[in-house]
Structure formats: C-alpha cells, structure tokens
C-alpha cells in the first residue's frame, strides 16, 4: 500500500512541476514583472478553467459528506495525469527559454513545495486523522500547491530579488567596463513606439557599407538585454554600436542610455502603444524622448515629425535634425514621390536646402520608406557616402515578420505583417493590402493590444478600415473579437465575408477551404500566449 501511495505522490508531484514551468512561462512573457504577470492573472487566468478543476479536486478530497477519501485520491491522480499528457503536449507561441535567471526560479519554487509536501507525507505516513488518511493529505496539499502555484512563483520571486539584482549590477558593471575601453565606438540608439526594429536594422545594413557595426539582435531591447550583447557580442574592433532601446513604462529608456551612453539617436514614432503600463499618451512620449535627453550636446538627435507629440516637443540639449511624410512642415528632410512597383518601392529624400536622392527598396509601405529615411539621414549624418546609401537600401531585404511578402502555394501571396501591430502600422498594412486586385484581399488578424482605455475604440477603427479595403476578414480569438466586428460591420462587409475563429490553427483551416490562385493573404499581428 506504501509503494501504491508513492506512485500517487509522484504522478501529482509532476503535475505541479509541469504547472509551475506554465507558471514560469507566463511570467516570462511578463517580463518578470509582478505587476504586469498580475494583470494577466486578473483578467481571469487566476481563476480560469484549468485551476477551477484543481479547486474542485481539492474539495472531493476534503469533502466529509462523501467520505471517499481514498476513491478521491486515485480519482485526483487520474486527472493529475490527464493534466501532465495535456500539458507535455501543448504547443506554444513563445515557449520557455530556460534562463539561469529562470532556473533559479523554478528551484525555489521546488525547494519551496516539495520540501513542504515531503515532510506532510513522511509525518502522515500510514496515519489516519478522523475520516482523511494521511495519503489524501499529502495529495490535497499538492493540489493546494497547484491551486496557488502562482503565488508561490511571485514568493519565490521576491525572495530572489536581492539576489538577481546584485547579479544584475555585475552583468550591467562589466558591460559598462567594455564601453569605456572602446571610447571611439559611437552609439546610435533607436526608439520609438513602432518602427525601432525595422530602422535599426536598415541603419545597419547601410553602415555596414562603411563601417564594422554591431546591433542589438532580435528583441535584445531591455536593459539586460542589451547589456547581454555587450558582454556577449561587442568585440574591440566594432566602431558603431546600433541599440534598439524598448519602454514598458517611464525610466526604461533612461536606465538603457545609463549603460550605454548614446552619442546620437532616433526616435521613429510616439503612439498608443503599452497604454496600460504608461497610462497616458504624454508618459509614451516622455519616456521616448529619455534617448534625446541623455544625448551630448556635440551629438545629434533624429526624430520623426509626422506625430505630433514629437513635432511639439522642444529639445534644447542637443541638435535636433526633424524628418517626415506626412506632416513636410518645418522639416529638415521629407520623402516625396513614393511610388510602389512589382520590384517594391522608389521614393525621393529631400532636403532643406533642395539636395536630393533618389531611392529604390524591395519594401513596402509607408511606415517602411519613413524609416529608411530615419537611417538614411543617420548614416549621411555618420559619413556615409550617397552611393553606398542607394546601394544599401537596393538591397535591404524585408525584415520577417514586418510587412515581409512572399509567395505561398497555390500561387497564393502572403503577406506577413505580424510581430507588433500597432494603429499606425496596422493600417498601412491593409493599404498595401488593398493594392493587391488579382485575386480576394483576406486579412487574418486579433487585432491589437496593451492600448490602455483606447482599445476598443482603435479596434474597432482598424475593423472599420478592413471593412473598407478588404475582401473577406478573419478575426482571432476573443480579446478584440467585439470590437473589431463591430467595426467591420460598420463599413457594410457583408456577413458571408466576416468569419470569427477561436485559434489560428481553425484560421488555417478555414483559409485552405477558401482561398484560390491569386489571392492575397495578411497575416495582421500575432498574440502571445498570455492573450486568448
């Protein structure tokens, strides 16, 4: 019967590992940050379905109207076990990068549970306590872990806090230590609410006709994970540093520039984007411009005066060179005559003083010929030669996962737009979408997140102008379904266009029973895993 029992153990002692690495995982994709992995657990994965079943596995085991207490365990087994094949199985968006950091997270977590479960079950070995046998303990107490699983991830968190910040401080000194033996690197940070990714890499394949330049890779854009570049990539020979610098919320910014002490910079756009950490449009805008202040006064700062908030934002530390499309007024440099081809794009860069060049790019879209001409001016600025620039941007290829287009089966064109959408990009999206008259014009799409108060409004805006430019929609999942709907409606998309899914894999399904040669697909944005 004891070793019958230890089978028990083990297979719910599997579970809540399997439940604590979800835990883990959600966390991550928080950003290790407890008050927005808190939100996330507000909106009703504290008490969503998963955990309701662990509830009610707790109260058949100490429910004394049943008097089952053994059935109960084996029956909470089964389900443990149930849980741990459904989980193994899952496949995620964004899956668990076992960090050290995370890894020593998930051992508190262990050394925090098991070493509470082992001693409940070595002292109710074999024990009766009234109607509950020391078995049906030890199990309740594990599926009472599993219940509050994520507060014991956010203890575990808070006790590690002093330790990962003095760990921290020694990655963030040694860093520091790099940059001051390199002291004729020039550092170029790249801001922005959208935009930041796509500029920082135009800006190096430019520079990289001139000079041997480093970026910060993929979405490297936090404090550590630029300083994990430094430490990790940054070699003696590097003479330009390009640092994408991300915000969730005011000081980010700064504490970047505090690292790496940028000597010019780019701010590509200030908008509605992380509303609900930032609050206000004014703390968005404030927090971008943390890159322009911390800029010397013999540096330079390249900001995009088509959004207003920057357009009326003085700067007097540093000198300031203003580029824009829409918006020409009191510019130093616009783009004119853009003009899309089979090839992509060709557009004209004019200065103040009437100097022109002229431009070709496999890219499309707006926001892309805004931020070429964001690094254009940057490497101009830096010593760059005219025809190394036209070279380079001749033959910048597109950047996945940003308005990248490619040829799907069935002579199918695909248009990949979906690594974060905002209003602004979002919109020129369906534009360049709207283009494509061969076949039907479908949009796949859930729509945007993190815009605060606006959501449903700028949703439901985006629904309004698919309903305008598009053939058939395909709205995902439940977290904008309403609104954008709602707004497709109100452009007169008829109903047989309109098609709501719960999953991107019934998306899937359903564009393979509707799509035919010559259709354009859009593939709109992309929700982590944290979003239903």
């Known amino acids: 019967m004891e070793y019958t029992y230890f089978i028990l153990y083990l297979i719910c002692a599997v579970y809540m590992v399997y439940n604590f690495r979800y835990d883990l995982q959600m966390f991550q994709q928080n950003s290790y940050r407890t008050d927005r992995y808190w939100r996330w657990l507000s909106g009703g994965n504290i008490s969503g379905a998963w955990r309701l079943v662990d509830v009610a596995c707790f109260f058949l085991l100490f429910a004394p109207q049943l008097l089952i207490t053994p059935l109960a365990a084996l029956i909470v087994t089964i389900v443990a076990m149930v849980k741990v094949f459904l989980l193994s199985r899952r496949k995620y968006k964004k899956p ?38 020391g078995a049906g303990i030890t199990i309740g107490l594990i599926t009472l872990i599993n219940i509050f699983s994520w507060a014991i991830m956010i203890a575990s968190h808070v006790i590690l806090t002093p330790v990962e910040h003095r760990i921290q401080q020694g990655y963030i ?16 940070g790249i801001t922005g609410s959208y935009g930041k990714t796509s500029t920082k890499h135009y800006l190096t394949r430019i520079l990289s006709e001139e000079y041997d330049v480093l970026m910060t890779p993929g979405s490297f854009n936090t404090p550590m994970g630029v300083v994990r570049t430094i430490r990790e990539q940054m070699k003696p020979y590097n003479q330009i540093f390009v640092c994408e610098m991300g915000a969730k919320q005011r000081g980010d910014i700064k504490e970047i520039c505090d690292i790496v002490n940028p000597t010019c910079g780019i701010v590509t756009a200030v908008g509605p984007m992380h509303l609900e950490s930032f609050k206000s449009i004014e703390n968005v805008r404030d927090t971008k411009f943390e890159l322009v202040d911390a800029i010397p006064s013999d540096g330079f700062a390249v900001i995009n005066n088509d959004f207003e908030q920057i357009a009326g934002r003085e700067v007097t530390n540093t000198r300031v060179i203003r580029y824009g499309i829409s918006r020409p007024e009191c510019c130093d440099y616009v783009a004119k005559d853009i003009r899309y081809t089979p090839r992509g ?19 499309l879209g707006e926001c892309n010929v805004s931020d070429l001409l964001a690094a254009v001016i940057m490497a101009q600025e830096l010593g760059v030669s005219k025809e190394k620039i036209r070279y ?13 287009i490619k040829r799907g089966g069935m002579g199918v064109t695909i248009i990949d737009d979906a690594f974060n959408s905002n209003p602004t990009g979002s919109r020129m999206a369906v534009e360049v979408l709207s283009h494509f008259t061969e076949g ?31 053939d058939i929609a395909i709205v995902v999942g439940e977290y904008n379904r309403e609104a954008i709907v709602e ?10 266009k309109l098609h709501v899914v719960d999953s991107f894999n019934e998306a899937q399904a359903l564009l393979g029973r509707i799509m035919t040669s010559g259709d354009t697909v859009l593939y709109e944005n992309d929700l982590p895993d944290t979003f239903k």
């Not at 040694?174 to 002291?183: G, H």
């Not at 794009?345 to 002229?358: A, L, P, Y």
């Not at 039907?440 to 945007?448: A, C, E, N």
């Open 392 to 404: 380079a941007v001749a033959s910048i290829d597109q950047v996945e996962h940003r308005l990248s």
């Open 345 to 363: 794009t060709t557009f004209k860069i004019v200065s103040r003083d009437g100097d022109e060049m002229e431009l070709e790019t496999k890219l």
């Open 440 to 470: 039907k014009r479908i949009i796949v799409t859930p729509g945007m997140i993190e815009l605060g108060e606006e959501q449903y409004t700028l949703n439901a805006e985006f629904g309004k102008h698919i309903g305008k430019n598009v």
């Open 487 to 496: 707004g497709i409606r109100s452009a007169g998309m008829s109903e047989d």
């Open 173 to 188: 000194d040694d860093a520091k230590r790099i940059l001051a033996s390199m002291p004729d690197m020039k550092v170029v």
């Open 96 to 133: 668990l990068v076992m960090t050290k950091r995370v890894w020593r997270l998930y051992s508190v977590m262990m050394l925090l549970s098991l070493g509470e479960v082992g001693s409940v079950a070595w002292f109710t070995n074999g024990a009766t306590y009234g109607i509950y046998s």
